[in-house]
């Protein structure tokens, strides 16, 4: 096979298309030549192509690839933890720390009064322990990476038996499966109880000598109802402390105020909670309603996160620097506000409690001076939902810009609007496309009126 590189032919047409995006021209270049040995190969297969077609088709998977590259989004899914979408955006107090350290030297690792080398995210960590009013915590990369090193920890050889209910063998998504990470971490999984019942005695009867813990997982992403039970944590707490193994908990999302104080949804179990009714340590993720990095926060009993730091996985999921100033400011934050939590600047908690008449107001002034000739524009109540496998059942009140097309599909406007600068989200209905307005920073909505005058 040639090299299709050294082509004069390639080498053209890859500088004629490269104005075109704003891409380095070595990525123009990979992308021309793997697109004509595609079309080479489809050749010798005796498919014919014009040469208008080769570069159309060209040119499309070159937006499409230019489309890939991480960007801003403007999310009108109303879906305020979006995983697809980058789950909780950061307040513009951790993002401002973020620019500090990020761009300049820092106390990492280094003790400032001695001049000794330091401990490294020791004050995230007491400021996460006061947080959760427990004896101690830490953080690493993100929840699954917490519950395997938690689980690593506290099994052992000949003694490596995690008690499960069979209600909670939750699947996350993203290739997260209890019984896989289990199974990762070098537990056996002892499985108990039926889908829809767990008893007391059901836990009590599984404990043998190989018992390391009982693990408890939050159904964050999915609800079960009817005739279902489950004994209370302080219950099976009092049974693990009988038999001297700790009781873990993996509650995921690790909202840390009263979450039906701030929109008419259930309440969300906080690991504050957890660890009073029992819970000898509790994981959750950083992102979720917490609103602050990617990371997994562990808290609970200082013995047990003592034997975690000096697990060696430990060292292969620790937080960079980036994660841990980010975290810091979110934590900070909460201890501030802790009497109001509404008043912190973590965006997810701001749109989950602003009013639907605000929301309402917003859409009106998008609309204003809007003349819709092919689309039947109007403002919509609908629903928005916490997502990010988070409280599966809440949706609370929401406004949407609903359109309806007259001279395009919908899936062909959708399309524009998520290609554009900046990207912007909906859902589409089967006639219609929706821009919820919860989860636009009002600081976007001049954007958004942008967008569609563009697109209509
Ligand atoms: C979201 C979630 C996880 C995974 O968290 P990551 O931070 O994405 O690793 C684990 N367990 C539960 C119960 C969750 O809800």
Avoid: W
């Amino acid at each position: 096979m040639s090299d299709l590189s050294s082509l004069p032919a390639v080498e053209k047409l890859a500088a004629a298309l490269s104005p075109e995006v704003s891409l380095p021209r070595p990525l123009v270049n990979l992308f021309v030549r793997r697109e004509i040995q595609t079309f080479r190969e489809k050749l010798i297969a005796e498919e014919r192509h014009s040469r208008e077609e080769m570069e159309a088709s060209i040119k499309e998977s070159l937006h499409a690839f230019e489309n890939s590259r991480l960007q801003p989004v403007i999310n009108a899914t109303g879906v305020l933890i979006h995983t697809n979408l980058g789950r909780s955006p950061l307040g513009p107090r951790a993002a401002g720390a973020l620019q500090k350290i990020a761009t300049g030297y820092s106390n990492l690792e280094f003790d400032l009064p001695s001049g000794a080398r330091g401990k490294r995210a020791g004050y995230l960590e007491t400021a996460l322990a006061c947080l959760l009013e427990t004896e101690a915590a830490t953080a690493v990369n993100n929840c699954a990476a917490a519950l395997v090193l938690t689980l690593r920890t506290l099994v052992a050889d000949g003694k490596n038996e995690v008690i499960v209910s069979r209600s909670e063998l939750v699947e996350i998504g993203g290739g997260f499966r209890i019984p896989e990470i289990l199974e990762t971490s070098g537990a056996k999984l002892v499985e108990v109880g039926a889908t829809n019942k767990t008893h007391l005695y059901d836990y009590e009867k599984a404990i043998t000598a190989q018992t390391a813990l009982i693990l408890k997982v939050h159904r964050s992403n999915f609800y079960i109802g009817g005739f279902v039970g489950e004994p209370e944590i302080p219950e099976i707490a009092e049974l693990c402390k009988k038999h001297g193994f700790p009781l873990v908990e993996d509650l995921g999302s690790g909202a840390m105020m009263n979450t039906e104080d701030l929109a008419p949804i259930d309440h969300e179990p906080t690991p504050q909670e957890c660890l009073r009714r029992g819970i000898d340590l509790v994981i959750f993720s950083g992102d979720k309603l917490l609103g602050g990095p990617q990371s997994g926060i562990i808290g609970g009993r200082a013995d047990l996160i003592a034997e975690i730091k000096k697990e060696p996985f430990f060292r292969a999921v620790r937080c960079d620097k980036l994660i841990l100033t980010t975290l810091q400011e979110s934590i900070d934050q909460y201890l501030e506000v802790r009497a109001d939590p509404a008043s912190s600047d973590v965006p997810v908690l701001t749109f989950l409690g602003t009013s639907t008449k605000d929301l309402r107001d917003r859409a009106e002034k998008i609309l204003s001076g809007f003349s819709s000739g092919n689309v039947a524009v109007s403002i919509e109540d609908t629903l928005a939902r916490p997502g990010g496998g988070t409280m599966p059942r809440a949706e609370f009140p929401s406004i949407a810009l609903k359109l309806v097309p007259s001279n395009q599909s919908v899936p062909k406007l959708a399309k524009k609007l998520r290609v554009g600068s900046p990207a912007l989200v909906g859902y589409t209905t089967d006639d219609a496309l929706f821009l919820d307005l919860r989860t636009i920073f009002p600081a976007d909505d001049a954007c958004v009126a942008k967008a569609l005058a563009q697109v209509l």
